[in-house]
């Protein structure tokens, strides 16, 4: 049963985010596509080993061949090594430009079934199918696709939108308590940029309140998708404004490559991340005292990561690495208030190593 639907629009493109109870309706939305010759799933064994009957079940009514493509689970596999294979695959089942490919899995699936999709033929249409929080709130809506090369994570890759998003919600049932956290956190940082009603309702939430179907965790999804989508439709490609859904990042994406991606997922160190840029907005930019406690109670009751564990000196070094150095000072975007996000604030590295500091101690 379909729960609800939006659109995102943008320059050139125009698609819904469907939210669905199971799965059904998947084969009707893929059969009114035109001229469609055969369907790809591309999922990993892992999910494969849950859904792939539930799944099979639904496509036995499209009007076209299909088939799954396994991808090995994990961001490790997310590599450009891996892309050669999967293009053979598709070769050899004489895959042309009316096939489909569907991202069936959490964002790594759908990065990488993206860039499939998008390089595969010049480009074959694509279709998400989001089985992770994370992947529903966030990596599946605006359109960026990549894999990862021996150098640098999500180094190649395209803006690529999608014909349409189908969540089936129940999928989140098995979903690990990591994952939760890591979709909880992208959701409190859309919250943070948003303000308003969405941040009320979802501060008067505690982390058990979210479950596969609770009416909460659906509001959540779609005013997250809500948010983002706004912000992408008016900056596809991250000329400015998209660069505010960094927010808690800089700090993240070094936690995560100081951890080697092994302590924490992606969303717990950008949880951390996010308290480092609420720190740093309340001393340099007028965040207020009380929107910074309101923000802290509101991470604590999504259970997520607060404090920082690692050494400050550690972290500086690894922001280093991250694009947006700039001479002594690093980028950041940070709050003046909720919903009121400034993007490229340069922080001096004193400042930083200071902050850090003091998120090693208590809130
Ligand atoms: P994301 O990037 O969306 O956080 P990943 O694609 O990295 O997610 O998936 C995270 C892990 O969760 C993987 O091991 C994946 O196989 C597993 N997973 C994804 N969706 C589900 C689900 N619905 N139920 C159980 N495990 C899942
Ligand atoms: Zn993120």
Redesign the pocket.
């Known amino acids: 049963m379909k729960l609800s639907e939006r659109e995102i629009i943008g320059q050139g493109f125009r698609y819904p985010i469907e939210l669905h109870e199971d799965f059904q309706g998947l084969s009707e939305k893929l059969n009114s596509l035109p001229k469609v010759s055969k369907v790809y799933v591309l999922t990993?064994r892992?999910?494969a080993g849950?859904?792939e009957k539930y799944i099979t079940k639904e496509l036995s009514s499209l009007n076209v061949p299909f088939s799954f493509i396994y991808l090995k689970?994990?961001?490790k596999n997310k590599h450009i090594d891996r892309v050669k294979k999967v293009y053979n695959q598709l070769i050899e089942t004489d895959a042309d430009r009316k096939a489909v490919v569907i991202a069936f899995?959490?964002?790594?699936?759908?990065?990488f079934a993206g860039f499939i999709a998008a390089t595969y033929q010049r480009g074959v249409r694509f279709v998400q199918v989001?089985?992770?929080?994370?992947?529903c709130v966030d990596?599946s809506v605006g359109g960026k696709v990549a894999v990862n090369v021996d150098s640098g994570k999500n180094m190649v890759g395209a803006f690529y939108q999608p014909e349409f998003v189908f969540a089936p919600l129940f999928?989140?049932?098995?979903?690990?308590e990591k994952?939760w956290s890591?979709?909880l956190a992208e959701i409190a940082k859309h919250a943070f940029l948003d303000g308003g009603d969405f941040l009320d309702k979802i501060s008067k939430s505690k982390r058990s309140d979210f479950s596969a179907n609770s009416p909460i965790l659906r509001y959540a999804i779609e005013e997250s998708v809500r948010v983002k989508s706004g912000i992408v439709s008016q900056d596809e490609k991250e000329t400015g404004l998209r660069a505010v859904l960094n927010l808690g990042h800089t700090t993240g994406h070094a936690i995560e490559s100081l951890t080697q991606y092994k302590k924490y997922?992606?969303?717990e160190a950008v949880a951390v991340g996010l308290v480092t840029a609420l720190l740093l907005s309340r001393e340099l930019v007028g965040f207020s005292e009380s929107n910074f406690q309101r923000a802290i109670t509101l991470m604590k009751q999504l259970e997520l990561p607060t404090r920082l564990e690692e050494k400050p000196d550690e972290i500086l070094k690894h922001m280093e690495h991250d694009k947006k150095k700039e001479g002594t000072s690093l980028k950041f975007v940070l709050l003046e208030d909720f919903g009121k996000p400034k993007f490229g604030v340069s922080v001096e590295r004193k400042n930083i190593f200071e902050i850090l500091k003091r998120q090693k101690g208590k809130l």
């Open positions: 990993s892992e999910i849950i859904y689970p994990g961001e899995g959490g964002g790594v699936v759908g990065d989001p089985t992770t929080l994370l992947a990596s999928t989140l049932s098995t979903l690990p994952e890591c979709g997922s992606h969303g």
